[in-house]
């Protein structure tokens, strides 16, 4: 079993189980590290920046791939959260642009999507991604992907001694009591296609 499927494997035991295997450790990386949040969905983008933000870190949100390439290039993220349904510039071709990119070659990425063709095709192609997470996700996915991405030494570990100042958000305490826990896939997004190549066209 190689590092992918064992990273995969935990969260799919423990949403088999309803939630009752063991939590898994909280790991962090660099506070006030900064982390990509690609989404054409505002509700996912505001959900999982919450997240980040309430862990320590600096979320970014680009709404479609076009702003993700630039905003990846210009901000060297840490880590990269990456959409695969999006209109237009979908995620895998996203990720092929930032893989083939020396400047942003080497940063760590998890697609994300609700879609199980993508699911699938992310394991039949790899596309040179780190991890996927699938929608609905809540705080422990989250957090659980980023301390697999630290024990596999993808990112640093978070040095506790260290104590960097960050803002979650300009947003409000009860703007952010507004936003869920939970980040769920949203539905039929107009002209949002998977571009799942013929690999995945098999007959019923």
């Given at each position: 079993m190689d590092g992918l499927a064992r990273i995969s494997g935990i969260g799919f035991i423990k949403r088999l189980l309803g939630g009752h295997a063991v939590e898994p450790q909280h790991v962090q990386t660099t506070q006030g590290a900064r982390m990509l949040v690609v989404d054409d969905s505002p509700t996912i983008c505001a959900v999982l920046g919450k997240m980040l933000g309430q862990d320590g870190y600096h979320p970014l949100k680009?709404?479609?791939?076009?702003?993700?390439?630039?905003?990846?290039?210009?901000?060297?993220p840490a880590l990269i959260f990456l959409d695969v349904v999006m209109p237009g510039m979908n995620g895998f071709s996203v990720l092929r642009a930032l893989r083939h990119d020396p400047a942003t070659r080497d940063i760590p990425i998890i697609m994300i999507s609700g879609n199980q063709q993508a699911t699938e095709q992310?394991?039949?192609?790899?596309?040179?991604?780190?991890d996927f997470m699938r929608k609905p996700f809540d705080r422990d996915d989250v957090y659980e992907r980023i301390g697999n991405l630290v024990a596999a030494g993808r990112l640093p570990a978070r040095d506790t001694s260290v104590v960097v100042n960050t803002l979650l958000s300009a947003l409000s305490a009860e703007a952010l009591d507004g936003i869920p826990d939970i980040a769920m896939p949203d539905a039929g997004t107009p002209g949002a296609t998977a571009d799942v190549p013929p690999v995945l066209h098999r007959a019923a």
């Open positions: 680009a709404a479609d791939g076009a702003a993700a390439i630039e905003l990846a290039r210009s901000e060297l992310f394991y039949l192609q790899r596309y040179g991604a780190d």
